[in-house]
C-alpha cells in the first residue's frame, strides 16, 4: 500500500507523522539548564509563595496554581441563541428540501 494517494494526501490509516514532532535541541538544552538551576527545595518555595499569593487573591497566582493542579478547564461551546436551542444549517437546508 503506498502511503500517498495520487494527489499527494496520504493514504486513509497512514500518519503523516507518525513518530510524532521530534524534541529540538533548543527545547531539551533549556529543560537541562532549568533542572540544574532551580533544586527541589527552591520549587518547593516558590510553589509555596504561590500558594501564600493565592490565599491573599491574587488571580494569577491562583490561575498558575490550578492549571498545574487540575488543568485548564475545556471550553464549552454555548449553542443556544437568546435562549433558543442552535438551529444548524444542515437542519435548515433539510426543512427546506422537504
Known sequence: MAERKANGQFQKGVSGNPQGRPKKDREIRYAE????????????????KAVDQAKRGDATARKWLSDYLIGSPQQKLDLTS??????????VVRTSEE
Do not use: A, D, H, R
Open 82 to 91: 437568546n435562549g433558543e436551542p442552535f438551529v444548524s444549517i444542515i437542519e
Open 33 to 48: 539548564i532549568l533542572m540544574t538551576k532551580c533544586t527541589f527545595k527552591e520549587w518547593g518555595e516558590i510553589v509555596q
